[in-house]
């Protein structure tokens, strides 16, 4: 089976910086897709930036601050993130999009989450 581990959250002030690590490990043959979304309390969950191949999307609320990217030699996906601000406060989920095995469809999976707060 697939794990995601994420990493790489906490509390930062406003202007400052975090960058996020999701490792995928188990049987996997090829991922197309990675993501991440994240979700406030009592707002939706909203797609904070994609990266399929080499074409990144961004929300708009994020452009020209947060920078999605991987490492494809070690299943991992990174989202950097610079002048943050206390509406990016939320918790910050991984996506990958993949197959186990040359036969296999592709499926979804998910990361278990974690916090970024940014307040003075």
């Known amino acids: 089976q697939v794990q995601l581990v994420e990493s790489g959250g906490g509390l930062v002030q406003p202007g400052g910086s975090l960058r996020l690590s999701c490792a995928a490990s188990?049987?996997?043959?090829?991922?197309?897709?990675m993501a991440w979304y994240r979700q406030a309390p009592g707002k939706q969950r909203e797609l904070v930036a994609r990266?399929?191949?080499?074409?990144?999307n961004y929300t708009d609320s994020v452009k020209g601050r947060f920078t999605i990217s991987r490492d494809n030699a070690k299943n991992t996906v990174f989202l950097q993130m610079n002048s943050l601000k206390p509406e990016d406060t939320a918790v910050y989920y991984c996506?990958?999009?993949?197959?186990?095995?040359?036969?296999?469809?592709?499926?979804?999976?998910w990361g278990q989450g974690t916090q970024v707060t940014v307040s003075s």
């Open positions: 188990g049987t996997i043959f090829r991922i197309s897709a």
């Open positions: 996506n990958l999009e993949l197959k186990q095995r040359l036969w296999d469809d592709y499926n979804v999976y």
């Open positions: 990266l399929f191949y080499d074409i990144t």
